[in-house]
C-alpha cells in the first residue's frame, strides 16, 4: 500500500447535499469531523477503519463518541464492510487512478532492478568460472601470474574500462587499509596459490564495485535523458503538453490543463523505457 500525502478535495464539496443536511445538525463541527476522518483513512490499510475504534478517533478529534458516530452513520457518506470497518466510497474512487499509477511506477521499477541483478549475476558468474579453473589452465599464460590474470578478466567484465576498472592492486588497498606491507604481500600470495578464502572475498569486493558502477551508470542516464521526449505521450488517460524541469523531478503539464509536479526523474524514465520495450 503506498503512503497518501494528499487526497482529492473538491472545491465544491461543501455545496454537496449529504455535507449541507450534517452542516444543519451539527454546525461547521460536522465539516471538521468529516474531513479529518478521510484524512485519517487515508493513512490507513485498504482506507478503512475498524467501527471499534470510533473512542479513539472521537479523542483525537476533540469531540464526542456520538458525533462521529453520527457523521459516519447518518449521512450515506460511509459504507460498512464485514468485517466491522467503515470506509468512504467516494474517498476510495478519487485515488484510484493515483494507487495505479503508483503500482504502475513499482512495477516498472521491480523490472529495472531485476535486469541491473540478472547484469550484476552474469558478470559475477564469468568471474566464477575463471576463479575455478584448475591449474593448468591457468598455467598456460606463460609469465603471467593468477592474480595478473584475475585483474584482467575483471576487467574485461566490465562495460566501460576505461572508467571502470577493478584491479587486484585496488582490492588490496581497501582490503589492506592500516596494514604493515608484508600483510598486502601475504594477501597477494594467497591470491596467487589460489587460496578459496583470499579469491572470495576479492569476488565479494568485485561485486559491490559492480552493483556501485551499474548504479552510478543508471543514475547517469536518467541524469542525460531527455525530458522533452515525453511531451505528446499519454500518462494514463491524460496527454503530456510540456515539461518543467525542476532538478530530481518532472513538471508535467498535461492537455486538459491539469499538471503534476511530483514525478521523479528515475520514475519517468523507468516508464519511458518500458513503453519503448512495448512497441
Request: proline share 3%.
Given at each position: 500500500m503506498a503512503q497518501i500525502k494528499h487526497f482529492p478535495h473538491s472545491l465544491n464539496a461543501r455545496n454537496d447535499r449529504k455535507i449541507k443536511k450534517g452542516r444543519l445538525q451539527l454546525g461547521i463541527e460536522f465539516v471538521g469531523?468529516?474531513?479529518?476522518?478521510?484524512?485519517?483513512?487515508?493513512?490507513?490499510?485498504?482506507?478503512?477503519?475498524?467501527?471499534?475504534?470510533?473512542?479513539?478517533?472521537?479523542?483525537?478529534?476533540g469531540t464526542s463518541i456520538q458525533k462521529v458516530k453520527l457523521v459516519i452513520y447518518e449521512y450515506d457518506l460511509f459504507n460498512i464492510d464485514p468485517e466491522g470497518?467503515?470506509?468512504?466510497?467516494?474517498?476510495?474512487?478519487?485515488?484510484?487512478?493515483?494507487?495505479d499509477k503508483v503500482e504502475h511506477y513499482r512495477l516498472m521499477g521491480k523490472k529495472s532492478g531485476l535486469a541491473r541483478k540478472k547484469k550484476m549475476q552474469e558478470q559475477i558468474l564469468e568471474l566464477e568460472k575463471f576463479s575455478q579453473n584448475d591449474s593448468s589452465e591457468l598455467g598456460s599464460n606463460t609469465g603471467s601470474?593468477?592474480?595478473?590474470?584475475?585483474?584482467?578478466?575483471t576487467n574485461k567484465l566490465i562495460n566501460k574500462p576505461n572508467k571502470h576498472t577493478h584491479t587486484i592492486d585496488q582490492w588490496l588497498e581497501e582490503y589492506c587499509l592500516g596494514q604493515s606491507p608484508a600483510y598486502k604481500a601475504h594477501?597477494?600470495?594467497?591470491?596467487?596459490?589460489?587460496?578459496?578464502?583470499?579469491?572470495?572475498?576479492?569476488?565479494?569486493?568485485?561485486?559491490?564495485?559492480?552493483e556501485k558502477d551499474l548504479?552510478?551508470?543508471?543514475?547517469?542516464?536518467?541524469?542525460?535523458?531527455?525530458?522533452?521526449?515525453?511531451?505528446?505521450?499519454?500518462?494514463?488517460?491524460?496527454?503530456?503538453?510540456?515539461?518543467?524541469?525542476?532538478?530530481?523531478?518532472?513538471?508535467?503539464?498535461?492537455?486538459?490543463?491539469?499538471?503534476d509536479y511530483s514525478q521523479s526523474k528515475k520514475s519517468l524514465y523507468d516508464?519511458?523505457?518500458?513503453?519503448?520495450?512495448?512497441?
Open positions: 469531523i468529516y474531513w479529518m476522518t478521510l484524512e485519517v483513512l487515508a493513512g490507513e490499510k485498504d482506507f478503512k477503519y475498524p467501527l471499534d475504534d470510533i473512542d479513539i478517533l472521537a479523542d483525537d478529534f470497518r467503515f470506509f468512504s466510497p467516494a474517498q476510495i474512487k478519487a485515488l484510484k487512478p493515483y494507487l601470474t593468477y592474480a595478473e590474470q584475475l585483474t584482467n578478466t594477501m597477494m600470495r594467497q591470491i596467487n596459490e589460489q587460496d578459496p578464502i583470499a579469491i572470495k572475498t576479492y569476488n565479494d569486493w568485485y561485486q559491490k564495485q559492480i548504479k552510478e551508470e543508471e543514475l547517469g542516464k536518467i541524469d542525460a535523458f531527455d525530458y522533452n521526449l515525453l511531451v505528446g505521450l499519454s500518462l494514463g488517460e491524460k496527454t503530456i503538453e510540456r515539461i518543467v524541469d525542476a532538478g530530481s523531478t518532472i513538471h508535467l503539464f498535461f492537455e486538459d490543463g491539469t499538471d516508464w519511458y523505457q518500458l513503453k519503448l520495450e512495448e512497441t
